[in-house]
Each structure stands twice: as C-alpha cells, then as structure tokens.
C-alpha cells in the first residue's frame, strides 16, 4: 500500500508492506511492529527502536505525539473519500478560534474588522483563578470577536480570523 | 493519640492526610463541594460530607460548614492541609471553641508570623537577619518613593498579607514605582482583602532556601535540614530539593539555628517552615514563616526518613519529638516538581478536563503524592496541581536521574501537563551545575520552551508517521473503544489481515 | 562505563534493569516473545528484538537467539535478570564468546555455587556452618534410607540442581522415605533435567535469613545486611522484610562475614545472595547462594540507600566498589510482597486476562516494581507475578502500616491478585510480633483464607446493596463505557433523572 | 422505588427515595450518595461512611466486592422483564463448571454417571507450569467431564454436576 502524507507541514510518501513488516518513508525502508495498547496509544518498534505514539484527532488532521516531540499530520487517502473520512489539508484560509476551557471574557483587545498579526492579543479570557491572553493564530482580518463580561462554554468560538 | 481527624481541604494533600491517618489507625473525614464528590481525597478517606457549592468561598473556606462537618463525624482534630484556611488563625480558634485539636501551631502565634511586619520585630528579637528594609505598611506612594530612594533601587514591594508572589512587585528604577506601586497594592487587596505593602532591598540572584522546623508543646523546637526551591515561576515555586546543592553543613547549622531561635521567641508549635534569601556569599536573610505544612515537605521526608504529617498528628496529640536534633540524619538527595494541568507551550494555560488515561511512574527511589485517577474531571474551580512527583537517590545527580526517568514515564491523556518542561529543566546545565536563583527560571523559560527536545526528531517522525497512519485506516478502532474484548493485538497484523480482506474480492460493507 | 544492555528477560523485573539503565545513561535493549510484544519491558526499553514464539524454551531460554539479538543491536554487556537463563553457566560462557559483559559471576563461580554438594565442599573450607547431612548426591532409595536413619528423622531430601522448592520433600519418619525418594527425584528431573537429590537433617521451625553481597574484580566483597524471607507458601518466598525482626547486631556480623568469606573463596563477582537458615538459638545453617539478582532486592535498596541493578552494571563494566563494609548504613525498615495473579482463595489457581482497571499505589515510603498496565493480558506461558509492592518506614511497624495502606489502594479489575490476602498476613499477631519461620505461612493458611476479613461486614454489604442496585439500574451505563463523554457524575443524581422520566407519561423507548 | 433483593443467601428489601438521598434496608434509614468512577466501579457514602464498591455480572447476578468482602447479589425486578434484563436466581439445580483459563486436562479423578461429593475433586487441569484440582461446587451426579489429555480454552465447559 502506498500514500502521501504531511507532517508538520512536510511531505511523505509512504509505503508500506505488512507482509513483509516493511515501511519505506520517502525510500528509507525500515522493519516496522507496530501494536496498539489502548485506544490512540500505540507501541511502535522501528528497525528496532521503541517508541510510545499517542495520536488524536485534531483539526481535520491528527496530532500525534513521540517522546515530547508532536507532530500535525494530514493523510491524503483516496480510500478515505469512500468511507467519508476527513483526508482535509485546511491549514491556511479561515481559523476559527475556541476556548480551551470554560471562562469569562474579561477583555478586549481589538475589533471586529480589525486587520490583526500572527501573535496579536485578541482578548483575555479568566479560567482558573488566571488571566490568559488569546492571540491571533494568523495575519488576516478579525471577523468576529465575543463580548467583553461574557461568559463561554469550552469550545466555542472567541474569534474568527479570515 | 487522636482517634479522627477532620482533614479541611481536597486534592492531593487531603489524599496525603487521610494517607497519613490510615497508617496510624486514625479515621479520617473527608470534605467536599459538589465540585468534588468524586475527587480521590473523598473515595480514600474514612468518612466524607459535603461543604457546599463548587465556589471555594462557599465550602472549602467556610469555617463555621467545616465546625458542623467536625461535629457530625465526632473529630478530636482537624488537618488544615496548605492553602484555602491553613494559614487563618480564625480556624484554630474555632477549633479551641469547638474542643478540637487543630494540626498546627497556636492561634496567637499564626497571627504573630502571619503579619510580615511583626514577624520581621519578632526575627530582630531572636537575633535572625533581615533584608534591609521597612518593618511596617507603607502609608503612600510618596513614603514608598521616600524609603526607596534610602535603601537604593532595586526593590521590593510587598503585601504585608502576601504569600505566593501575589501583591509582590520588583521595582528597578524611580520612574517604575508609581505603577508597581498601584499594581501591588490592588493585587494585594484583591487576594487577600488587605492592600497594605511594605518595601525591602532586592537582592541581586539571591536563592531561596528554607528550614524545616517541627516544635512540641513540650518546649522540643528541631530543624530538619534545609530545601532549595529557587525554581520558581512568577514567585511560585515549581521544582524543590533537599539538600540545597549550595549549601555547607555551617550555613545549615547557622540557618537551622536561626529558625529555631526564631520559632522559639514566637512560641511556635507543630511544623512550620521559615524562609530565607541567601546571596552567593551564603549570608541569609529572613523572609517569612509559612506556619503550616508546605507543599514540598515529601522531599525532607525523603532525606530525613520522618513522616512529618504523621509528626504534626502526634504533636497535636501532645505527644514530644521522639528524637533530639543530633538524632536526626540527612541521607542522600531528593527532588520534587508539581505537576499541574497547564500547557507550558501556551503561557501555561490551564488545562483542566477529564483524564482519558493515567500511567503513574514509580520503581526504585520515585514517589508520586497525587490527587487524581483515569476517568477524573479536573474541576476549574481550584488550583490545577495534580501532585507532586518526588524522587530520591544516593546524591543530586541520581535523584535527578531518576525524575527524569519517572518524568519520561509519566503519561496523561485528556488534559495538557507541564511534566515535559521539567524534563527539559533537568537537563539544562545550568541547572545540573546547581546554579540557581529565584528568577533563574523566568529568565530561562523561552530558551527552554523553544528548544531543549529530548527526542530526536528524525525517528520520532518515523514513529509518529506509521502510528498515525495505523490509527487513520484502524478499521477495529471503533469496537476496541467499546471495550468489547481488550485484547491488546499487534495492529500491524490486524492492518494486515485489513488488507488481505482489502485484495479479495468481496464487497465492501 | 558500559554502553548498550540487552535484558535477558521479561516483566517486572526487564522493567527494573530498563530504569537502571535509563538512569545512568545506558541504552537497554529487550527482547521479547510472540506472547509479549506488548509487554511493557518492551515500551520502556529504548530498543526490542522478537526471539520466537511464546514458549520459554523457543525464546527466552534461547541462548543463540539473545546472541543474535545482542549482535543485531550492537550490545556491550547483557544483563540476565532472574529466572530464565540467570543461573545458567552457559549464558555467560556465550557473552564471553561474543565479547559482550555478561552483568553477574563467572561461569566458573556459577557453576561451583550451583551445585549444592560443591558449594557445601566449598562453605566447608570457607568454616560456614551447615545443616547436618550429605554433600554428594545419594545413589538410592536404600542409601537414603541408611542416612536418613543416621542423622536421625526429621529429613528433608533436596535436588541437587534446585531451587524455589521444586524437588525438595519433607520426611518425617522412614516410612515416608519411599514415596518422598520418588516424587523429590520424578519433581528434580522434571524441573532441573536432574533426577539426583541429597538429603539433610530437617530444623523445626527454623527462618529463613539471607545475606546479600557485592564483590567487583578488584578483591572488595562487601555484605548489605540481611533479608528474612520466612513468610513462604511450598517453600515460594511471599513476604520478605529488612531488617529480620530476629536479627541483632552480633548476629548480622557473624552471617555477613561467613557470606563474604564464602563469596572470596568461591572467586565470586558481582550481586549475589549467600542463604541461611537461622534456628530459635540463633544458630546459622548455610543453605545455597543464588548467583544473580533477587527478587526481594529493593528491601535491601530501601534500608541501604543503594541502587544495586546500577552497582551490578558499574561492577560488570570494571567500576571499584565506591564504598566500603564500614560505610554501608542501614536506616529503617522495608517490606515486599509479591503480587501474584491468582485467586488464594481458589487454592491459588492462576488467574491470567486482561486487566481492565488498574491503580497503583504511592505516596510515602511506597515502591512498586511492576510489569503490567491497565489494558495489558497476563500471558498464559509465564509465572503470574504482576510485580512488587515495597514498603519503607522508620521501623518495622510503620513500613509494616505502609505496605498494608498501599495494599488497600492498590486496585485491579479483570483479574484476580493475592493482595487481599496480605493485608491478612499483615494483620496477624504473630506476624506482628515477628514470630516467624518457613512453614509459618503453610499452617497458617487455612485460618488466614477463611476469616480475617478486614472489612465490616454489616457496612459493606449496605454499601454493596446501593452499588449493586444502581449498576442495575443504570441506563446510563453503556453509554458510559463507550467513552462517550467521560464525565464522572454521581450516579445517584442520574438515577434520580432516570427516576423522574419513568413517572412522567412518556411512552417507553 | 421499592424492591427485594437476595445478598448472599439473605433476603433485602430495600426502598430508596433519590430525591431526598436516602435508602432504607430493612427498615434501617441512611442518608446515601453514589457516584460512578468508571464502568463497574461506585463510590458510596452512607452515613456519611465512604466505600469504594466493584460490580461485575456473574452467574445470572451480580458479583459485588466492597473492601476485603464479596458479595453474590440477585435483585428481584419487575421491571427487569420489560428490559429482558436477567433477574434469574437459580442457586442450585444444574451447575456447570467452566475452565477458568486456558490449559491442559492432566488427570480425571471422577467418572460420569458417578455421584459426587460438593468439594470432591473431579479433574485436575495444568496451566501456567501449576497443577490444579477442579472440585464438584455441589453433590450430585456427574453428567459430563472433559477428557483427560485434552487441551482446552478459558470458558469451556470442564463438567457437569446435576
């Protein structure tokens, strides 16, 4: 079986051979056992190296974890069509911003129709005892932005960055 | 000895009491808000009743909800545990008024430490040295402006109330005071109801390092050693070691010394811990007196070999030491860190929510002191510590070892942890070679945030690439979450056999 | 410094050696069976290799395929653990082969120790007192009878080749001889691939002491103070504690230089244990040595302070001894029991699955040494230990406390585990008072198995009823165990919801 | 809500009022929560006394374990049926016994047709390198017992007792 993928924003072309318990990652080919220890944790042995993999989903993609290394990877599946998975490359284009965690919007720090930087304050958010700045994770226009004094659910949208 | 004891707080401390009480063959009796009914403290402990809603101010901080819990389960004592009422003296005295023992010193003497400025009257009686600077609350900015300029910039302005680094700020320069000045003060009345500060010199890199004392109501006041915990971030200590790596068996004589002079003259009992500055010419200066358990007292444990919870429960009990200052021993080095629910990477957000899955570390010389389980939501109404992880070993660079070791061991889905960053803390040089200050971390942070990965990036790709695409085409994944069998299988083999009903003819399902 | 180690082995005790290396910098390689690669000896290690199929025989015990594996991943040293292959001359004669260190004695010292007649030949010259008997392996039935008759019965008949009981029968007069002759010689040959026994004269009530020692290749042979491993089940060590509740100061001296003697005569390198038996006079017998690691070695690290896994690695690499008799202390006291997958109440029948639910205990003076995890099977091929729980306190009673505290936190669903059993043990007067010795624990059984409940009866079953009930009821359930949410909620609130929607007119799903 | 139970061998009734947290067995009245830790595993207050309580389905019922004790509970439910949830409380009668983990049938010590002793010893089983004896769990006739040499799988039926 063979397929493209990208991780942290590089590509990969992977091939693999279970038969054989080949894996072959952009020519480099390697004796590859992999078995699943609970759900999305996983005991790799590569050419005999041993690995603790976690891997979950997160935004259309995976974020998968080695060591205290992590890594964002997004699998292009032609399969995956069929079976209605999400195969989705979205890493530019519009971003949507949720709260980590239940809170209260204690300011704000822009406007809505602002042009905004990467790294730019958008609003702090009080969790916890603890005051927290939420910054733009793109250059781009603030399209919406939630109101100072209320108060947010985890997960819903603070900010939407296009 | 005490027959139950009321433990008034949660999270892991509770669970270090009650651990505490069932070695000893005393009940424990737990309380919780309704944030907390399935927190570890209330499943460990003997008995457990509700305080309240999940609002500290309406349950854990309720005196007079704790007296009726105390009253109902039929306490002989109570456990303050840190933080929350541990340090009000309102608490013992409701005590006394109720007939329980309190697990801690005297009220009168609370009062006295718990007020800097009249500990600091109290330190100049016993002869203990003080950073230069004022003894009292400063009335007004033009006072602070007064005084800093006599003393000399840098400074230090205080809550007289403070603890933790909240109504603390560092003042370099004249032009600065004016807005440290109205940052500190409102911090101040806004964590603690008392906006009053007071000012001293800052001293440039000092450490901070603190004597354990233990004192009966017999008139017996030891020291048990000294720990550094000059790992600090924004005041809060986050990493904790005894011995210091700096210190001499002569500044530990002296410091220990002076802590004792100082608990006597204020006629302390119970465990207490009194902190100091110390320059890199080992001169020490007094800075406060925490009258109650500390949050890092499993690492003198780990080198004296004393239970100091169970020390406290039979000093409260009347009993005397059971050892005088030349029986107690220091053996080998430990360490500790706090793990919290926080995202390091992301300013240290925190990051409560449900534990997905829990792998404690453990094996020779680790100690995990935790408040938490698989399954368990962390709340967000308290502190987001999830414990301390411990460990000892012949010396400090065995003891760091094998926290490393626990550290890489330990695992947690659900929620973010800060246990990666302490990996990289241990492994800086700076930090093996034991060249610490109190703002070493604050400096350091970026550097460590930024880079300092322990896995090398090529094989963790690798790794990461095969899991992940493992886990995108498992198409057992969704049975195998049901719990259906659990019988762990080599997913390669199960991808196999995938693939093999892939290649045959047979239609899809 | 050594480099690279191949463990030789698998379970908690692979876990160990992988830690050791982990904290000094060592690479560690596994290896692991088809039935184990999920193992947890093969996440933590930082390299793995497949020796072949599940049985014993067709992997671990392969000595050609822990070569190749060891070659494969470029290994300096290997480390053979215990069990297996660890008493096995031929595995350090092939490391010797290959070039590769092996981390125990010499072939030569292991084989000489391994033969009971000759390590008698040899405590013999080295004036190590014995039990009265035979040193040579007896022909027959008849000779044995005729010696049997000489030393005066009770007897005990002994595989030459043994270990852990396995072909070893007690005689108490000569009419039992015949059968014991044939089930000691059957069990041997089984066991060993040895049929020859000897025989030696049997001690009423007597405990079992043992001595651990280290030696480098520089002529420094140091003794760690002793272990009392009395609390046996057929002659298996269950319970074993630092120091004996029997010792004295005299007592350890005698015994640790007699084990040092010993070790010197017989060239011996490296970690190793010299047992006795100890009578109520306080006489000492010697019984074998075990040339490799013991199960029961952390108690020893726990009231030494020493990491002996890293000083056997330092030892094999050339290392001096960095100490000497004199600066070995002994502090406090450590206990271990060993956890079993079994059901003791189902004559100790075997009880390997998978393990659905699995905390494991901590907090002060706690170690577990284990090699399992939520979600793992318990192979079927292998010896049932799940691990070891440890236990260390000021003295006997409080590491005594301790270990029964962490026995009842310890919680494990999907198998069954002896832990119960413990807190028992831990329980009974004369454990307490330390009246041991090594049938102690066979008489005791029976009792121990049928009362000695801990738990309330009335209470339990009340809580029990509420547990039991609201499982029954609960709609909520498979939801839940699908992972949905994960949110802990009280299950008497939701019932009560449940409650509310059966009275409201809805038709029924 | 009302109901009866059996706990080993001893008959419950047991009433409980959710709304005002209390449960009442036997006529005893106790203030009682109980909150869910995971699948199976209950954390009970009565009285304020904290237990941690398992459940597991067994035999038709419930196995019960709080603290050292263990406990065989039935709950009568009319409801049950409704569920087609099982509320058997067949006690006695035909007793299967099952291979408790894979292994080897060593030895027969019984024949079938035999009458049989509760405690009796009907076969011994190897596995994990020990020796087991399996025992009649009631007196009774043996209608059937695996073959000795046989090899068999955990669940299995070993004998049958009637």
Chains 1, 4 share one sequence.
Not at chain 1, 142 to 161: C, D, P
Not at chain 2, 91 to 99: E, I, T, Y
Not at chain 2, 266 to 289: Q, S
Not at chain 2, 307 to 320: F, Y
Request: net charge neutral; aromatic share 6%; with cysteine.
């Amino acid at each position: 079986m063979k397929l493209d993928l990208r991780i942290n924003g590089a590509k990969r072309s992977v091939e693999f051979d279970t038969a054989r318990r080949e894996v072959t990652i952009d020519g480099r080919k390697m004796v590859a056992d992999a078995a699943e220890i609970s759900s999305g944790a996983y005991s790799i042995l590569l050419d005999g190296q041993s690995f603790e993999v976690s891997v979950e989903a997160s935004g259309g993609g995976l974020l998968v974890r080695a060591g205290d290394r992590e890594f964002q990877m997004q699998i292009f599946d032609p399969r995956s069509w069929r079976r209605g998975r999400s195969g989705s490359i979205e890493l530019e284009g519009r971003q949507e911003i949720v709260a980590p965690m239940p809170g209260k919007i204690v300011r704000v720090l822009a406007t809505p129709g602002e042009k905004v930087e990467a790294g730019q304050g958008l609003l702090v958010i009080e969790a916890m005892k603890m005051q927290n700045e939420i910054r733009s994770p793109k250059s781009g226009t603030l399209e919406r932005l939630a109101r100072e004094g209320n108060t947010v659910r985890a997960g819903e949208i603070l900010a939407v960055v296009t | 000895m005490l027959k139950k004891i009321l433990i008034a707080n949660r999270g892991e401390i509770a669970v270090r009491i009650a651990r505490a009480c069932r070695e000893l063959g005393v009940r424990s009796v737990a309380v919780y808000s309704d944030a907390d009914r399935a927190s570890l403290h209330v499943r460990v402990a003997d008995e457990a009743y509700a305080v309240g809603p999940a609002p500290s101010r309406e349950s854990y901080l309720r005196i007079d909800k704790l007296m009726d819990a105390a009253r109902r389960a039929g306490c002989d004592a109570l456990h303050p545990g840190y933080g929350f009422l541990a340090e009000n003296p309102e608490l013992p005295r409701a005590c006394a008024a109720n007939g329980i023992a309190f697990i801690g010193p005297s009220p009168e003497a609370m009062e006295l430490l718990g007020s800097k400025t009249a500990a600091r009257q109290l330190a100049a009686r016993a002869g203990v040295p003080m950073v230069p600077g004022v003894q009292d609350p400063i009335e007004n900015l033009q006072d602070a402006e007064r005084i800093a300029r006599e003393l000399g910039y840098p400074v230090l302005l205080k809550a007289v109330a403070g603890g933790g680094g909240k109504g603390m700020r560092l003042v370099n320069a004249a032009g600065e005071m004016p807005a440290a000045w109205r940052d500190a003060s409102s911090e101040a009345l806004n964590a603690f109801g008392d906006g009053r500060v007071y000012l001293e010199r800052y001293l440039d890199r000092p450490r901070h390092i603190e004597i354990q004392i233990l004192a009966d109501h017999h008139g017996n006041t030891v020291y048990l050693g000294e720990r550094e915990c000059s790992v600090q971030r924004r005041h809060q200590k986050v990493i904790e070691e005894s011995p210091s790596p700096f210190m001499t068996p002569e500044l530990r004589r002296s410091m220990g010394e002076a802590a004792v002079r100082l608990a006597r003259e204020a006629r302390y009992t119970n465990a207490g811990t009194v902190e100091f500055l110390v320059d890199a010419d080992r001169n020490f200066y007094f800075l406060e007196v925490n009258t109650r358990l500390q949050v890092e007292h499993p690492v003198t444990e780990m080198v004296t070999g004393l239970d100091l919870v169970k020390l406290q429960i039979r000093i409260a009990g009347g009993e005397s030491l059971p050892f005088a200052q030349e029986n107690i021993v220091l053996r080998g080095h430990a360490i500790e860190c706090r793990l919290y629910a926080e995202d390091p990477v992301n300013n240290f957000f925190p990051s409560p929510g449900t534990i997905v899955s829990y792998r404690a570390p453990s094996g020779p010389g680790i100690r995990l002191d935790d408040g938490v389980y698989p399954g368990f939501t962390v709340p967000t109404e308290y502190d987001p510590m999830l414990g301390k992880l411990i460990a000892a070993g012949q010396d400090r660079a065995e003891a760091v070892a094998r926290l490393e070791r626990a550290l890489e061991e330990f695992s947690i889905t659900g929620i973010k942890t800060n246990a990666q960053l302490f990996v990289r803390i241990l492994r800086d040089p700076e930090f093996v070679r034991g060249e610490l200050f109190t703002r070493w971390l604050d400096e350091r942070l970026p550097q460590l945030i930024a880079g300092g990965y322990t896995t090398e990036e090529g094989a963790a790709e690798d790794a990461a690439i095969l899991a992940g695409m493992l886990h995108h085409f498992s198409a057992a994944r969704a049975d195998h979450a049901n719990g259906a069998d659990g019988q762990t299988q080599s997913a390669w083999k199960r991808d196999a056999r995938r693939e093999q009903l892939d290649r045959s003819p047979q239609p899809r399902r």
